[in-house]
Structures are given as C-alpha cells and as structure tokens.
C-alpha cells in the first residue's frame, strides 16, 4: 500500500499541486533544461494519487531516457530551487535505506512575478518577449485525471480542448476573440515538429514539442498586447524556432561540439 504517502503530501488536490508547478517552472524557466522539466513532470505524474512519489533514479533514468547521473543532477537543482523535496526513505520491514521519497513544494505566494514592461516603440522584434514570467505556459497533463487527491473545495469542471489544434483555437478564441488562424499556426507547428521528429534523436520530444507551441503562443498573444504585432503568425513562427533552439539543443551542444545548423543539415 502506498497510502503512507498521504503524509508528504502539501498539497490537498492536484489542482493546487499543478498551480504550483506551473509557477515554479515560470519563476526558474532559463535555470530549468529539459531535463530537469521532465524529472518534475514524472515526479508531478506519479504525485496526482497521493500528494508524493516513491521513485527510483532508475526508474526515472528508464522512462525519460537520460542516465542515472543525469537524472540524480537534476533532483539535485530541482532542490536548490526549492522546488522539490527528498525524503530519504527507512524500508520498514527490511532496514536500510529505500528509494527516495519526492514532493513538490508549495511555491512561495510572497514572489512576485515581475511583468514585461510596455514597449515604448512598436516592432515585431520577438526575441525580446522571450521571458518566462509572461507567458502562461501549460505544463498539465493530458493524461491525469483531476481531483485524485482528496478535494476539498467544489470542483466546476471546464471543458478543455484535447487536441493541439483545439487548444490553438479556443486560446485565439479567448485571447483575441478570433481563431481564423488556428489552422495556419498549427501548419507552422506541423512543418517544425515534423521536421525535427523525422531525427531519431528527437523522436520522443512530440509533447515537449507540443508545449513548446502553446508557450510560443501565448508568448506571441501578450505581445499583440503590449505593442503592434503586424503578422501574428510570422511571430508565433519566430517565437517557436527559438523556443526549440533553447529547449531541445541546450542539452546537445553539451554532447557536439557542432552548431545547430551543421547538426539539422548533418
């Protein structure tokens, strides 16, 4: 039984436990790389039932495809960042340590997320909306099933898009109040995920992709905001080219010394 893991727990629903890492990875996204993201994510999934997650380094290395090291170096700065925490574990019936226990930390309500400054000139320059604090970036699940932990306050079910371009849509839709070009922006995020995808190297990252698209635009979105965004989709185009460079090569520059160009066109 796994119910012990009730006492870690510090949170009382998964949706408080979500909100939480949604902020964190907003607060710390330019110190996160994949990696790291993907060590919270498991941890998140295998949290939902009972608030923590008893994992094994191996079982972690297995399932998002990194090395033992690798993966204990990321639980390492997912603690400095405060936003997870170890529980070593004492196996009851046979002595000695066990695998560690992980919970996700509250994220601490007195941080303030600092907002983008209104852009005194108009332009379309997207490198500089680049900043993790505006945008909303999605990191739930589409496979967990919400209210698995004991919830305390009345649930209202909303409705969500499943697929990428139903949720391209309904954000165009309750952003901007236009979703003409949901199917031109899902063409754009077609053509890029394709194109890495086809790599065996990356064949495993299509929802990281995914996620990618949905940061790019909400990015894209709160720029219309602040400035004159001339071609949205030209932007949104931009935005997730440099989303992709940060988030899947960071970590394979570490391994080739190449530049992104030789590597695509190698």
């Known amino acids: 039984m ?13 949706q408080e436990m979500d909100e939480a890492v949604r902020r964190h990875i907003i607060k710390h996204w330019n110190e996160m790389n994949p990696t790291d993201r993907a060590v919270l994510d498991m941890i998140r999934r295998y949290s939902v039932k009972y608030g923590a997650a008893h994992l094994k380094h191996d079982t972690m290395a297995d399932a998002i495809g990194k090395s ?4 204990r ?14 529980i070593h574990y004492i196996r009851p019936v046979m002595s000695g340590l066990g695998a560690n226990i992980y919970t996700i930390l509250p994220f601490d309500d007195q941080s303030t997320l600092t907002t983008p400054a209104t ?47 139903g949720r391209i849509k ?30 065996s190297i990356h064949e495993h990252q299509g929802e990281l992709l995914e996620q990618l698209a949905i940061q790019a635009l909400h990015i894209a979105v709160q720029a219309t905001k602040r400035k004159t965004v001339r071609n949205l989709a030209g932007y949104f185009d931009g935005v997730y080219r440099n989303l992709i460079d940060k988030a899947v090569f960071a970590d394979i520059f ?13």
């Open 119 to 165: 852009a005194d000139n108009p332009c379309d320059s997207w490198a500089e909306d680049l900043v993790p604090e505006a945008e909303a970036f999605s990191f739930k699940s589409k496979n967990i099933k919400a209210n698995t932990l004991t919830d305390t306050y009345p649930a209202e079910p909303i409705p969500t898009p499943t697929t990428l371009f």
């Open 68 to 71: 033992n090291v690798t993966v």
């Open 2 to 14: 796994t119910t012990y893991l009730k006492d870690y727990a510090h949170f009382t629903n998964t």
């Open 170 to 199: 309904n954000l165009l839709s309750s952003t901007i109040g236009d979703s003409s070009l949901a199917r031109q922006l899902f063409g754009i995020y077609r053509a890029l995920s394709l194109r890495m995808l086809k790599f």
């Open 254 to 266: 570490m391994e080739y010394d190449v530049s992104v160009e030789e590597f695509l066109i190698g």
């Open 73 to 86: 170096r990321a639980i390492r700065k997912l603690e400095q960042l405060e936003i997870i925490e170890r």
